[in-house]
T-cell receptor
């Protein structure tokens, strides 16, 4: 089955800097890669996703890139703000299967 | 839309007691997922239903855990007997058909504490 590795486990940046979180997956059949943000005490919320027919997707300050050959995908947050502080999870799956999540990255943005 | 609804939001119980967690998926969603979240193990998939049928229950820890989905609008996760190591936040999530179509939406979770 699918296995998703996520790095780093913690990330501290200064407000205004960029943050990058990286994930690798094992199953070459996976074709859907969402990212979730979980604030303290709350539920994970979908913030952006990418499908295997696309190499990059952007939504304001966040972007995701996918390298299917290397089986890795990354989340990029530019101009970070304190409200970006949260735990971020990557996930992967293929049609008809459940999402498999990485272990999460705790992002701290200090002002 | 009310989103995914879970009850109770918090449950404190003693070891050995039966615990039942409940979930109502978003109306029209055909897939339902139960996850367990702990600091040590992160978000673990326990079981996945599609059209009320269990598709993958390989993540269910042991026979003490069971899940049902009697209809499209209700699911339960039962732990009997409960143990302190079951303490975690249990999330239910639903998706329109497949999780890769429009993403997967989580409920608010049930925080379970077993003493």
């Amino acid at each position: 089955g699918e296995n998703v590795e996520q790095h780093p486990s913690t990330l501290s940046v200064q407000e205004g800097d960029s943050a990058v979180i990286k994930c690798t997956y094992s199953d070459s059949a996976s074709n859907y890669f969402p990212w979730y943000k979980q604030e303290l005490g709350k539920r994970p919320q979908l913030i952006i996703d990418i499908r295997s027919n696309v190499g990059e997707k952007k939504d304001q300050r966040i972007a995701v890139t996918l390298n299917k050959t290397a089986k890795h995908f990354s989340l990029h947050i530019t101009e970070t703000q304190p409200e970006d502080s949260a735990v971020y999870f990557c996930a992967a799956n293929q049609a008809g299967t459940a999402l498999i999540f990485g272990k999460g990255t705790t992002l701290s943005v200090s002002s | 839309d009310a989103g995914v609804i879970q009850s109770p939001r918090h449950e404190v119980t003693e070891m050995g007691q039966e615990v039942t967690l409940r979930c109502k998926p978003i109306s029209g969603h055909n897939s339902l997922f139960w996850y367990r979240q702990t600091m040590m193990r992160g978000l673990e998939l326990l079981i996945y239903f599609n059209n009320n049928v269990p598709i993958d229950d390989s993540g269910m820890p042991e026979d003490r855990f069971s899940a049902k989905m009697p209809n499209a609008s209700f699911s339960t996760l039962k732990i009997q007997p409960s143990e302190p190591r079951d303490s975690a936040v249990y999330f239910c999530a639903s998706s329109p058909d497949r999780a890769d179509v429009l993403g997967q939406y989580f409920g608010p979770g049930t925080r379970l504490t077993v003493t």
